[in-house]
């Protein structure tokens, strides 16, 4: 064995995620707290309007939309908590920061979400076997107010989403509390047409599978991230493929562990096996690999090691010892 390979060289590339929305948190001339904060303040402001006019109506919709709202404050809160949190630096004891704070938050929400679905789901079930017709005028204002300040709340996220992960979660939430508004003005005309009382419990149960699929979806992200799995649409073979194609000297990849902190933050070890007369350039070729990780992959966090490859011992016929 040559002397190059009877060692390893180790080189370590970090690279933490820093802000990098900012040239994005700036459209209608709001940063991105302060457009999280309206929508919060705005949707939290029609949970309230729905669950008193729901009770004063006597319509099941609008307190089945109110628990639908009451999700997306959940969902804007956790989004304005992960915008802090992620300022928040690492230290001694916690050296990952408090992403998981995020996590967690989403998992208790999602469990929440689920039993507040089975009670909607008891009650309209209930008003389907005593039916009772609610009061459509108070009804239909409530719900016209609710479509109105979700399109202000949709409106003032605009813009950011695209680029913004907590931002695009918000909006997707307000977009749903729009169309559950709509859903629910939709019944009121046909409940001022017809008299149908069944309208209102089955618009219930149609918002109650709405909050059930997005309480499924935060309930998957918050176990995919707790059970440190790569990231969805990420693997280590798509991850060793890039770095071979883009980085010259790579010949294979290997030991290679990804995982997400917290939402978005992607952490990457893995073992390059380089050509022998890369590793004298291994500082070089790290950093080239880090930036194909970080353009290709978004990855903004990797542990890289440099290796020389194994070399094949050719072994002749083994001769007899004679006893």
Same mark, same amino acid.
């Given at each position: /064995?040559?002397?190059?390979?009877?060692?390893?060289?180790?080189?370590?590339?970090?690279? *933490?995620?820093?802000?990098?929305?900012?040239?994005?948190?700036?459209?209608?001339?709001?940063?991105?707290?302060?457009?999280?904060?309206?929508?919060?303040?705005?949707?939290?402001?029609?949970?309230? =309007?729905?669950?008193?006019? @729901?009770?004063?109506?006597?319509?099941?919709?609008?307190?089945?939309?109110?628990?639908?709202?009451?999700?997306?404050?959940?969902?804007?809160?956790?989004? =304005?908590?992960?915008?802090?949190?992620?300022?928040?630096? !690492?230290?001694?004891?916690?050296?990952?920061? +408090?992403?998981?704070?995020?996590?967690?938050?989403?998992?208790?929400?999602?469990?929440?979400? +689920?039993?507040?679905?089975?009670?909607?789901?008891?009650?309209? +079930?209930?008003?389907?076997?005593?039916?009772?017709?609610?009061?459509?005028?108070?009804?239909?204002?409530?719900?016209? %107010?609710? +479509? &109105?300040?979700?399109?202000?709340?949709?409106?003032?996220?605009?813009?950011?989403?695209?680029?913004? %992960?907590?931002?695009?979660?918000?909006?997707?939430?307000? /977009?749903?509390?729009?169309?559950?508004?709509?859903?629910?003005?939709?019944?009121? #005309?046909?409940?001022?047409?017809?008299?149908?009382?069944?309208?209102?419990?089955?618009?219930? =149960?149609?918002? !109650? %599978?709405?909050?059930?699929?997005? $309480?499924?979806?935060?309930?998957?992200?918050?176990?995919?991230?707790?059970?440190?799995?790569?990231?969805?649409?990420?693997?280590?073979?798509?991850?060793?493929?890039?770095?071979? $194609?883009?980085?010259?000297? &790579?010949?294979? #990849?290997?030991?290679?562990?990804?995982?997400?902190?917290?939402? @978005?933050?992607?952490?990457?070890?893995?073992?390059?096996?380089?050509?022998?007369?890369?590793?004298?350039? $291994?500082?070089?070729?790290?950093?080239?690999?880090? *930036?194909?990780?970080?353009?290709?992959?978004?990855?903004?966090?990797?542990?890289?090691?440099?290796?020389?490859?194994?070399?094949?011992?050719?072994?002749?016929?083994?001769?007899?010892?004679?006893?």
């Amino acid at each position: /064995m040559s002397d190059n390979h009877s060692h390893s060289d180790h080189d370590h590339s970090h690279h *933490e995620q820093g802000p990098s929305h900012g040239a994005h948190g700036h459209s209608h001339g709001l940063d991105r707290k302060t457009k999280i904060l309206w929508a919060l303040g705005i949707t939290a402001a029609i949970l309230v =309007l729905e669950a008193v006019g @729901g009770l004063v109506s006597g319509s099941l919709a609008l307190l089945s939309d109110a628990g639908h709202m009451l999700t997306d404050l959940a969902a804007l809160l956790i989004s =304005l908590a992960a915008m802090i949190m992620a300022e928040k630096p !690492a230290n001694s004891t916690h050296t990952y920061g +408090f992403a998981r704070m995020e996590v967690l938050a989403a998992l208790g929400n999602a469990i929440t979400f +689920f039993l507040m679905v089975a009670g909607l789901g008891y009650e309209a +079930f209930e008003r389907l076997s005593h039916p009772s017709l609610p009061d459509w005028k108070t009804m239909g204002l409530i719900a016209a %107010i609710g +479509f &109105v300040a979700n399109g202000l709340s949709a409106w003032t996220l605009h813009g950011g989403h695209d680029h913004d %992960i907590n931002l695009q979660g918000a909006w997707i939430h307000v /977009m749903g509390d729009l169309g559950s508004s709509l859903g629910v003005l939709m019944g009121v #005309v046909v409940i001022s047409q017809t008299g149908w009382t069944w309208v209102d419990p089955v618009l219930s =149960l149609g918002i !109650a %599978i709405l909050i059930a699929s997005g $309480a499924y979806s935060l309930l998957k992200k918050a176990l995919r991230i707790l059970l440190e799995s790569a990231p969805k649409g990420m693997t280590a073979e798509s991850l060793a493929r890039e770095l071979k $194609a883009h980085v010259p000297g &790579v010949r294979e #990849v290997h030991h290679v562990h990804l995982w997400e902190v917290g939402a @978005g933050k992607v952490h990457l070890t893995a073992h390059l096996v380089v050509e022998d007369q890369a590793l004298s350039q $291994a500082q070089g070729l790290v950093a080239q690999a880090s *930036e194909v990780l970080r353009e290709h992959c978004g990855i903004h966090h990797a542990t890289l090691q440099v290796e020389a490859p194994v070399p094949v011992l050719m072994h002749g016929p083994q001769k007899q010892v004679p006893r």
